[in-house]
Nanobody, 121 residues
């Protein structure tokens, strides 16, 4: 059974930093793109950043220059370094991975359970 588990959320003051981590576990054949999404109160879920298995990154305009996504392919993990946080970054952050489970050999998107990030002004 494949699972994605996030960690690293919390409460921080505006201008501060947090680092989110997400580890994929289980019988995995391969992982293609990994990414972070967020849902703020009363809003739809939105893309924050993605990274391909080859390291190509993509960011939402609202976080470009402040957030950095990276991954460790050997450990099936993805990270999100968030700097200069703003109150509008407050949201539940979700990890996602487009992966192929070992016994299925069909790519699907898997999601983590989410981790709360709260930025106080």
């Amino acid at each position: 059974q494949v699972q994605l588990v996030e960690s690293g959320g919390g409460l921080v003051q505006a201008g501060g930093s947090l680092r989110l981590s997400c580890a994929a576990s289980g019988s995995i054949f391969s992982i293609n793109a990994m990414g972070w999404y967020r849902r703020a109160p009363g809003k739809q879920r939105e893309l924050v950043a993605t990274i391909t298995s080859g390291g190509v990154t993509n960011y939402a305009a609202s976080v470009k220059g402040r957030f950095a996504i990276s991954r460790n392919n050997a450990k099936n993990t993805v990270f999100l370094q968030m700097n200069n946080l703003k109150p509008e970054d407050t949201a539940v952050y979700y990890c996602a991975a487009d992966l192929v489970p070992a016994m299925v050999l069909h790519e699907s998107r898997y999601w983590g359970q989410g981790t709360q990030v709260t930025v106080s002004s």
